[in-house]
């Protein structure tokens, strides 16, 4: 009885984690955008670390965050530097830029992943991946 029980251990390994496969989002499958622009970014810094964001958080340069103009908060945009084709995902949680020509201003850690602390500011192509649920 012992040795019955025993030899389905394995067996619970490997369908363990089979079973678990359709609750877990897999990126292997490109995710299409509900709406894709482009546009000019920037990004901010530690000088704004602990300042409130307009969402009420406390700014974390180090986040995957961003500030739009108009975009609910809590919408998820994939932010691709057109020069490199470096990205990243961000939340946005914040609003602005309030520079006459730019459509987002991403953390100092976005613009680090993407190529932007050099340059500043570089044109990027923004794309809507998920807007946050309506309670």
């Not at 029980?5 to 619970?12: I, S």
Request: proline share 7%; charged share 20%; glycine share 8%.
């Amino acid at each position: 009885m012992i040795w019955a029980a025993l030899r389905w251990v394995p067996l619970m390994f490997l369908i363990a984690p089979a079973m678990e496969a359709p609750l877990v989002a897999h990126l292997n499958q490109p995710v299409k955008p509900i709406k894709t622009w482009v546009g000019n970014a920037s990004w901010y810094g530690p000088g704004f670390n602990g300042r409130k964001t307009a969402n009420g958080e406390s700014f974390d340069c180090e986040a995957l965050t961003a500030a739009h103009p108009n975009l609910p908060f809590g919408s998820f945009v994939r932010v691709v530097n057109t020069r490199n084709g470096q990205f990243e995902l961000v939340r946005i949680n914040d609003r602005g830029p309030y520079q006459e020509g730019r459509e987002i201003d991403v953390s100092y850690r976005v613009a680090r992943k993407i190529g932007l602390i050099h340059s500043g500011v570089s044109q990027v192509r923004l794309e809507l991946i998920q807007l946050p649920e309506k309670h």
